[in-house]
């Protein structure tokens, strides 16, 4: 039972880090295997939420609290330092997640355009093609 | 305990999720998978204690990118497009029904992942309060924050503050990709817009980049739920402004507030017709926006210089240093909020464009 017990109460571990690695190498096979190019931009979002899932996961200290400070005495505060989990890798990651979806949605506007150009966003079909409309700028 | 329960049901709902997408063909269930996956991934960062950045998944996940997709993959649906033929992009793909990836990728995929996997054996297990991260800078910032900044998030102190040419990095790089994508589309060729829709020559509006919405049509016309979610603009819009302006004090601040806020502009456009969204803020208003976000960033940081202190550096601005920093946040913040508001804005329309310009037979109720 103790064993057990043993094993559930150190269960983490390492095992965020497997799954953000398993989710990488998700997102790395549907960029590599998808001739879809929509798929293929939803498989660099995966990639890159692995990356922000690792960061998350060495910030979390065990029995950790949000990092929002409570409004106690500052001469008491130094004792429940230690129980704050780590702000830096959340203020990283927070401003990479609203770059990510405005890179997204510059893929997403070369998606469009290279559909008008191609009239498909299938990789195969556009290898095959020539360009169907060539392009005007104004 | 239940922690540990919790964080590893998660990562096995993850990890599901991300197999389905990957097996997935149809480019609409693959839309509607990742924002299944966004869901899940914050529910993790929730209990990995990092709630700005749960908020910001959630804001961006539910609200922004599944409308962009959607957007472009809807495209597909324009009678202009299917004259050439196989255009749908469920359709195109010789293989649509669900698949597993190919062997190749796999094994490539494998071998990358079993050497990751091999590294992590020196990292820090999970939550261990002796790992190297919690030493070097993570102190300074919990210990100190609250004398030197004076506000309770911790994480914002961090973001706006001790980072904050970091953070005017971010926002330039959120402007600069908004404008990428108005260049991208805003200067489309689109015989349609110019001859067919608006009855307007070629050759007059050449020079000039097209009106990015010039119809009266509502994207979504089914009266139950226009009737319902135009009451929830307001509430959305409300909810942004607190996120705001509280985001000293929880979670929160100017990129959660600027996704909130855009949503809930977005939401009306999909419901009101174009001219009452033009009525509410007009395209130049929104590109204006994209430029003064970034630019009241950076002159609170040349301000900073003509007080006395270095670029950002807050502490100058008024008489005592936290009621400096919390002046310069403040300011900055605000920057953050209208630029990314701006940003995801003009995505939308941009994106929208042609579905604004369509007749109303496209859209039934």
């Given at each position: 039972m103790s064993s057990v017990e043993a094993w559930f109460g150190a269960l983490p571990g390492l095992l965020n880090y497997w799954v953000a690695i398993i989710l990488l190498v998700c997102g790395l096979i549907i960029v590599m295997d998808s001739r879809n190019l929509i798929k293929k931009l939803i498989g660099l979002n995966i990639f890159q939420s692995a990356v922000f899932l690792l960061f998350i996961t060495m910030g979390k200290v065990s029995q950790g609290h949000p990092p929002i400070l409570p409004?106690?005495?500052?001469?008491?505060m130094p004792a429940a330092i230690?129980?704050?989990?780590?702000p830096l890798p959340h203020a990283l990651i927070l401003t990479a997640i609203v770059v990510g979806v405005a890179t997204t949605a510059v893929g997403l506007a070369l998606i469009v355009r290279i559909r008008r150009a191609y009239?498909?966003?299938?990789e195969d079909q556009i290898a095959d093609k020539p360009e169907v409309e060539p392009e005007i700028m104004p | 305990m239940i922690n540990t329960v919790v964080d590893i049901g998660l990562l096995g709902l993850l990890l599901a999720t991300a197999l389905l997408m990957m097996r997935s063909q149809s480019p609409l269930s693959i839309t509607i998978l990742s924002s299944i996956y966004s869901l899940i991934i914050c529910a993790l960062f929730v209990v990995l204690d990092a709630v700005d950045v749960a908020f910001t998944e959630a804001a961006v996940g539910a609200g922004i990118s599944s409308v962009l997709f959607v957007a472009v993959i809807r495209h597909d649906d324009e009678p202009s497009n299917n004259?050439?033929?196989?255009?749908?992009l469920g359709n195109?793909?010789?293989?649509?029904?669900s698949a597993w990836p190919s062997g190749l990728s796999i094994c490539l995929g494998l071998a990358l992942g079993i050497l990751l996997i091999s590294g992590t054996a020196d990292m820090p297990l999970?939550?261990?309060?002796?790992?190297?991260?919690?030493?070097?800078l993570a102190p300074r910032f919990l210990g100190q924050s609250g004398a030197?900044?004076?506000?309770?998030n911790v994480v914002t102190s961090v973001l706006a503050s001790y980072r904050g040419y970091d953070t005017l990095g971010e926002v330039v790089v959120i402007f600069t990709a908004g404008m990428a994508v108005l260049l991208l589309l805003a200067f489309m060729p689109d015989q349609k817009i110019k001859?067919?829709?608006?009855?307007?020559s070629t050759t007059k509006r050449r020079g000039k980049p097209p009106r990015l919405w010039s119809r009266?049509?509502?994207?979504?016309?089914?009266p139950v739920l226009k009737t319902v979610l135009l009451r929830f603009v307001p509430i959305v819009i409300l909810f942004a402004l607190y996120v705001q302006f509280h985001g000293d004090y929880g979670p929160g601040g100017g990129f959660q507030a600027g996704i909130i806020f855009g949503v809930g502009l977005i939401t009306f456009g999909l419901l009101a017709d174009s001219e009452k969204l033009q009525n509410v803020i007009s395209e130049r208003m929104v590109i204006s926006g994209m430029a003064f976000g970034v630019l009241l960033y950076g002159a609170v940081g040349v301000a900073a210089l003509f007080f006395g202190?270095?670029?950002?550096?807050?502490?100058?601005?008024?008489?005592?240093q936290t009621a400096g920093q919390h002046l310069g946040i403040f300011l900055i913040e605000l920057g953050v909020g209208i630029t990314v508001a701006s940003t995801m804005l003009s995505l939308f329309i941009s994106f929208h464009r042609r579905h604004f310009n369509q007749s109303q037979d496209e859209f039934p109720g």
């Open positions: 409004s106690i005495p500052r001469s008491i230690s129980n704050f989990s780590n009239g498909t966003i299938h | 004259k050439r033929g196989n255009n749908k195109d793909a010789p293989e649509l029904k999970y939550g261990d309060p002796a790992a190297a991260i919690h030493h070097y030197e900044i004076g506000i309770p001859s067919e829709v608006e009855g307007v009266r049509t509502p994207l979504i016309a089914n202190g270095n670029f950002l550096d807050y502490s100058v601005l008024s008489e005592s």
